[in-house]
């Protein structure tokens, strides 16, 4: 019986670092770890030990400082990267071995020019050692996406049988429809040998903008981890966005799933994120982007001032936002005037809210957005400025 909790596994110190000229100090990655381990990750993906020294004291340092969340090292499947890993780990309290090979064709052939059933032996070898370090070893079959499901299904039941406790499916290169990943897993689920002694991964990437998703059908078809990033970062398009995944279950509690992410500082993580790595995040991103609670046009400010849940599915409280924001634009309709004037100290009777709109309109027109300091003005300089201030 699959469980209804869903492991969230962050690898934004990882997968997400890899992003080019955001490379981020051991300072920093510990600043964020804390962070994570506050949100209520489950798993910190801190790096690959053996890339870098960095690496390596961050994982190091990391390990230290976590209390409660799993602590990950990325190795390839190679015995010196397992062994420096396990060295970087050995202060976890709940250490963690991410291990793994490419077992797409273009994998066995170009990047290892193995065969297919040379693959499963380096496999089976890479956990086996691992599981000679720690208990929690977890095996990735790179570009599973792109992998047939058949060998796919072998490949899982060997690194069942050396112990590995978690299958990672990655869709490395970011090529599945959610249709095909969702049967991927729903295939794994069903054929391979000792399932239930492990669990699936999730671990998507984002080139057609399929990779949340592809997690969530994932999930329906028997995943129970999703590994993900803070803002969506990582290599090219980046990887599936923790804030989206966890919102789209919080938001369809038919899923019955859950998560064990404190929601309540999503938005201030991804705050601290974007400002350590320096990227900015786009103003329309779900969930965390700046336009994520804004309203502009003037139907939708009229519903969202009667009632924020006739534009709005999520309350941006939940989320740590500040509130919904109502942008007054050319675009913009009396009821999101008389709002923001409100807002600002000024209350318009109907006849002055009239008079004070046309002044309104012929100021959105010369520019973007109007401010409160805008507001101040255009309201000094309407005719019924002196009623609005005596009554
Ligand atoms: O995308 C991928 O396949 C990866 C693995 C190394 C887990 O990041
Ligand atoms: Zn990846």
């Known amino acids: 019986m699959l469980s209804t909790e869903v492991k969230i596994f962050d690898t934004t110190l990882r997968d997400g670092e890899q992003v080019p000229g955001c490379k981020l100090n051991t300072e920093q990655k510990l600043i964020i770890a804390e962070k994570l381990e506050e949100l209520g990750v489950d798993v910190i993906e801190a790096g690959f030990p053996v890339s870098s020294p960095g690496d390596f004291r961050s994982v190091e340092e990391i390990s230290k400082m976590i209390k409660n969340t799993t602590v990950c090292g990325l190795t390839r499947a190679v015995k010196n990267d397992i062994k420096v890993a396990a060295e970087a780990l050995k202060f976890a309290k709940h250490p963690r071995i991410h291990t793994g090979i490419g077992t797409s064709d273009s994998h066995i052939k170009y990047k290892f020019n193995l065969t297919r059933d040379q693959i499963i032996d380096r496999a089976f070898e890479a956990v086996s050692y691992a599981k000679s370090f720690v208990e929690d070893v977890e095996f990735y079959a790179e570009d599973a996406g792109r992998t047939e499901n058949f060998y796919l299904a072998r490949v899982c039941e060997v690194a069942i049988k050396a112990g590995a406790t978690v299958l990672n499916i990655p869709d490395t290169t970011g090529y599945c429809l959610p249709s095909e990943y969702g049967a991927k897993i729903k295939y794994l689920y069903e054929n391979v040998k000792g399932i239930e002694k492990a669990i699936l991964s999730c671990h998507c990437h984002n080139d057609l903008g399929l990779a949340t998703a592809n997690s969530i059908e994932g999930l329906i078809n028997g995943a129970r981890q999703i590994e993900c990033t803070i803002n969506g970062i990582g290599e090219r398009a980046g990887n599936t966005a923790l804030e989206e995944v966890v919102m789209i279950l919080k938001q369809h509690p038919h899923l019955n799933l859950d998560t064990n992410i404190k929601t309540k500082n999503l938005y201030g993580v991804s705050q601290l994120v974007s400002e350590h790595m320096g990227i900015y995040t786009q103003p329309n991103k779900a969930i965390v982007g700046a336009n994520a609670f804004s309203h502009s046009s003037g139907i939708h400010q009229d519903g969202v001032i009667k009632q924020r849940e006739t534009y709005e599915i999520i309350d941006p409280k939940d989320v740590g936002a500040s509130a919904s924001n109502i942008v007054l634009t050319a675009r ?60």
Request: glycine fraction near 4%; hydrophobic fraction near 40%.
């Open 332 to 391: 913009s309709g009396r009821a999101a005037l008389a709002y923001r004037a409100k807002n600002v100290g000024y209350e318009l009777t109907k006849l002055q809210l009239d008079v004070v709109y046309l002044n309104f309109l012929s100021f959105a027109d010369r520019k973007k957005e109007i401010k409160d300091s805008d507001i101040h003005q255009i309201i000094e300089t309407s005719r019924v400025y002196q009623e609005i201030i005596s009554a």
